[in-house]
């Protein structure tokens, strides 16, 4: 995740979004220091996974659009992803759904014992893998590299094995009016599994997401048991989800 780079590290992951290559000695010129600091920065971020180093230089490893989406709202995500670990229980199995809020949740579990994730996220996965307390697993299926996600019927097949007590999700948009909405009916397709194999599904998602609308309506509003959001979600939307059986959180 890009969460706790520097800004310079920063500049080079969007010069990358904006070139597709560079080079260290641009990237020299550009960002006035020396080729060796250069150097030293594209080995870090190789190292997370960001970018691979070729032949003076470098290339994305992951969609420039995720890169674009993690260095949105860092801070709310944060808050809203650690609101989410919250809630997790010492023992508990989860789930947990692609996207770049949800794939935060892992790096806030730590203190936590004999937690298992059961996810089709390769950012997730990532976050995760570090924590000894936390047994992975990983569903295999069709690879998306515009999400960093499993998707397909062998993904969904893996869900289906499990039973869990919180399932954590995504969106793309969300209102009373069209419920949970994705622009990928795949990943919608997940969600629905996700959400049959839980207790409790939690909806992460910051404000400027309520009342916008993806193509693909996947479920009801009120399929969520509990919804975390930010402090700048409207009062009036509040007024009108208080009416509903969802819990919302604001953080």
């Known amino acids: 995740m890009t969460t706790d780079l520097s800004d310079r590290e920063k500049q080079i992951l969007n010069l990358l979004i904006e070139q597709g290559t560079v080079t260290v000695v641009e990237l020299s010129k550009q960002l006035s220091v020396s080729e060796v600091t250069i150097r030293s920065d594209l080995r870090n971020l190789e190292e997370r996974g960001l970018l691979n180093r070729i032949h003076g230089g470098a290339v994305p490893s992951i969609h420039p659009n995720i890169i674009e989406r993690q260095n949105l709202l860092v801070e709310t995500k944060q808050r809203i992803a650690k609101a989410a670990a919250d809630l997790v229980q010492d023992g508990d199995t989860i789930m947990i759904e692609a996207g770049t809020t949800t794939a935060l949740i892992p790096r806030y579990l730590f203190g936590k014992r004999d937690i298992h994730i059961i996810t089709n996220s390769i950012l997730a996965f990532t976050a995760a893998k570090s924590n000894p307390s936390i047994k992975l697993t990983v ?67 910051d404000s400027t997401k309520w009342e916008k609308m993806g193509t693909v309506s996947i479920l009801p509003l009120q399929s969520a048991d509990i919804i975390i959001s930010d402090k700048n979600f409207p009062k009036t939307a509040k007024q009108e989800l208080e009416e509903t059986n969802i819990k919302l959180l604001l953080v």
Do not use: C, P, W
Not at 183 to 192: Q, R, S, T
């Open 139 to 205: 569903t295999g299926g069709e690879f998306r590299n515009s999400t960093e996600s499993f998707v397909g019927s062998v993904a969904e097949e893996a869900l289906k094995y499990f039973n869990v007590r919180l399932a954590f999700v995504g969106t793309d948009g969300f209102s009373l009016q069209r419920g949970i909405t994705t622009h990928l009916m795949e990943a919608g397709d997940i969600i629905k599994v996700m959400q049959n194999k839980a207790e409790q599904t939690v909806l992460v998602a």
